[in-house]
């Protein structure tokens, strides 16, 4: 039995002074005479938070272990507090059969972070979507260009889809955006039309535009079930970034104008954004170095994402509060994670204990990522995770500053 204690630990909403024991589940919160002789390891009044969910990551491996492994991926997300990941199946080879599925399961599984898989979805295996629905924590489907090239644009393929995933009872995940579409609203119509029509559970991943968010909103008025994701990316950079910067943030879908950012962060505060989730995609250096045109899409972000909104929350541009709803809560309840987003008695000892106060500079030297660099390099940023703990076992500790 571990016990924490000196720590305000993040319970139903707020913070509160009490010490946690746990081995693989959390067992009591506060005293508790059967427990109380376990070793208390004191955490000097820092925060301890429930474990971060990334929803959205490509940890790569197979054919581009080069640019990340699932090792190496784990340890990145560890390190940045996040305890589960869903990965996105456009790798190579792609996640679109039992075969492929099984075999980064495996690798998945000796990694040492909580996981889940997507299915992906093409014209060619839509007879697979019954098989594969009990192994994926959910489908994915791009209607938009991406790497590995996994787009889907037949319109009778499409109805298919959406009605075999709406059966299976699995949440779509959707890719609507086009790299060179000027109206993220008119990408995202499609995806909501064919919900509505087959009554699909719709997650749309990486919204950036005011006029794509209020669309969906209005979706979700209407009564279609359907849950919006931003990444910090878009949080932090806009079209004047990349014009300067050139391929390091080029970005599928691409960033946008300063004014969609504002929006994004006040749709944040506000509750409108249901996700928060870093599409961590470890491109190198050196592919990033081509010309624009062929560089790949995607920056690397899973370590970064909770020291980044931990800085945001100490300029109080949002609620710890919402940041735990958004990037812990939220993608336990709608991806059916039991046991996961919250700490409670009898919910998984999976917890990130930060300090609030720590301020440390994103530099290529403390990544963990095998791509090795960072978007956010030179960000000073405060607030940082310094242990974490999944299902009991500590599996980050951060060095002194």
Not at 13 to 21: C, S, T
Not at 93 to 119: I, M, N, Q, S, W
Not at 152 to 167: C, H, I, K, T, Y
Request: aromatic fraction near 6%; proline fraction near 6%; glycine fraction near 8%.
């Amino acid at each position: 039995m571990q016990r924490l204690s000196g720590g305000r630990v993040f319970i139903a909403g707020e913070l509160q002074e009490a010490d946690l024991f746990f081995d693989e589940q959390i067992r009591a919160i506060g005293s508790d005479p059967e427990f109380d002789a376990a070793e208390p390891l004191d955490v000097g009044g820092k925060i301890v938070l429930p474990g971060l969910i990334d929803v959205h990551v490509h940890f790569r491996d197979f054919r581009q272990a080069y640019q990340e492994t699932w090792a190496s991926g784990a340890r990145a997300a560890l390190q940045g507090g996040v305890t589960t990941v869903l990965e996105m199946p456009n790798s190579d080879p792609p996640t679109l059969t039992l075969k492929t599925l099984r075999a980064k399961r495996a690798r998945a599984e000796a990694a040492g972070v909580r996981f889940g898989l997507y299915g992906g979805l093409t014209e060619n295996n839509i007879e697979l979507i019954p098989l594969l629905a009990p192994e994926v924590a959910a489908f994915k489907l791009y209607l938009g260009q991406t790497t590995g090239g996994l787009i889907v644009s037949d319109p009778g393929a499409l109805r298919e889809m959406f009605a075999a995933v709406a059966e299976s009872g699995k949440l779509l995940a959707v890719h609507a955006q086009r790299p060179q579409s000027r109206s993220e609203a008119a990408d995202l119509e499609p995806a909501l039309e064919l919900s509505d029509r087959y009554h699909t559970r719709l997650h749309l991943c990486h919204c950036r535009t005011r006029e794509g968010i209020e669309l969906a909103l209005e979706a979700r008025r209407d009564g279609l079930d359907l849950s919006i994701e931003t990444c910090p990316h878009y949080l932090h950079f806009t079209q004047q970034d990349f014009q300067q910067q050139g391929a390091l943030l080029k970005v599928n879908p691409p960033l946008a104008s300063a004014a969609d950012r504002e929006y994004l962060w006040d749709a944040l505060a506000k509750g409108q954004i249901d996700i928060l989730a870093s599409d961590h995609a470890p491109h190198t250096l050196e592919e990033k170095a081509q010309a624009l045109e062929r560089a790949p899409y995607g920056l690397p972000g899973v370590e970064t994402t909770l020291p980044l909104m931990l800085d945001a929350v100490s300029k109080e541009k949002l609620t710890l509060a919402r940041l735990v709803e958004v990037f812990s809560t939220n993608p336990a309840r709608r991806f059916g994670l039991e046991g996961q987003g919250q700490i409670a008695v009898g919910h998984d000892a999976d917890l990130v204990v930060v300090d609030p106060t720590r301020r440390q500079t994103v530099a290529p030297e403390r990544l963990a990522s095998k791509c090795g660099w960072s978007p956010f390099e030179g960000f000073e940023l405060t607030g940082w995770p310094i242990r974490t703990w999944v299902r009991g076992r500590l599996s980050y500790a951060a060095p002194a500053p």
